[in-house]
């Protein structure tokens, strides 16, 4: 199991104040001691184009210090995706999040989708031909099926329980289904926590989820699998629920 992360990724950008730098800092003060930390490198133009138009990304560069430090949460989630296809599972403590950004438009604190243009940078190098993506989030990622709705190979799932059995039930069900994928991606948030918005899950509910998407991925993704961060706003507990997942994950 690797971390990624970058020490840029606490830069004070405009956004809402409840994405804060303290979010990814608290996650790695857990984390690090614990696991091997990477550090990715900015994700460039041309990957960008992959998923979102120009006049997106030139939005994104009017704002010097988040065009910066958007393209190496891209590059974050590229760098675990690459990890992931050689067998590595990976967690990307990165920001900005990104399940809100689609092609053409962005908002709810994203920017740049990073889970998107980590699995479609590996698609369209012929790396991969089927994906599966699992957003645990509390939040529609609409960005993420926006970037997908026209392209083959990807499958992409939210969770949509209000209800902590019928949410944990819910995504047992779906890693159990029969399917075909060659790497499952997960898009990590934890603002599902209890004392987070969603008022759902348990810490240790957050390893038990790792653990079925350990077992979906080695039974039929050849084990390749990766998460990055989304949402999660509750900072006094959301570096242990992170590591609850990445415990489940390893």
């Known amino acids: 199991m690797k971390i990624i992360y970058h020490e840029k990724y ?17 996650i790695y003060e857990t984390l690090s ?18 998923v979102h138009s120009p006049e997106l990304i030139d939005r994104v560069k ?18 675990a995706a690459e990890l992931a296809l050689q067998g ?49 989030d ?3 990622g609409d960005g ?25 039930a819910e995504v047992q069900a779906i890693l159990a289904e029969p399917r075909s ?15 987070d918005w969603g008022g759902l899950l348990l810490t240790e509910d957050y390893h038990q989820i790792g653990q079925w998407i350990k077992a979906a991925a080695r039974a039929v993704g050849q084990g390749r699998y990766f998460a990055v961060l989304e949402g999660g706003y509750y900072l006094p507990d959301l570096g242990q629920n992170a590591l609850a997942l990445v415990q489940g994950l390893e």
């Not at 950008?13 to 409840?18: G, K, L």
């Not at 009017?62 to 989630?77: D, I, K, N, R």
């Not at 994928?181 to 004392?195: H, W």
């Open 138 to 140: 509390l939040h529609y």
């Open 144 to 168: 993420t099926v926006n970037a997908f709705r026209d392209r083959s190979g990807v499958t992409v799932i939210n969770i949509s329980q209000k209800n902590r059995d019928k949410y944990l």
């Open 88 to 136: 590595e599972p990976a967690f990307a403590t990165i920001r900005p999040p990104g399940h809100h950004a689609s092609p053409f438009s962005h908002w709810g604190f994203c920017f740049f989708n990073n889970l998107a243009l980590a699995l479609e940078r590996l698609r369209v190098r012929q790396l991969i031909r089927q994906a599966l993506v699992l957003d645990i």
């Open 181 to 195: 994928f060659d790497i499952l991606a997960v898009s990590a948030g934890f603002d599902t926590y209890q004392k």
């Open 33 to 50: 001691p614990l696991y091997p930390v990477l550090g990715p490198e900015p994700a460039t133009e041309a990957d960008l184009l992959l």
């Open 10 to 26: 606490l830069t004070d950008y405009p956004t809402a104040s409840v994405e804060q730098p303290e979010r990814v800092k608290t």
């Open 62 to 79: 009017q704002a010097p210090s988040l065009y910066e430090v958007a393209t190496l949460a891209a590059g974050g989630a590229i760098l």
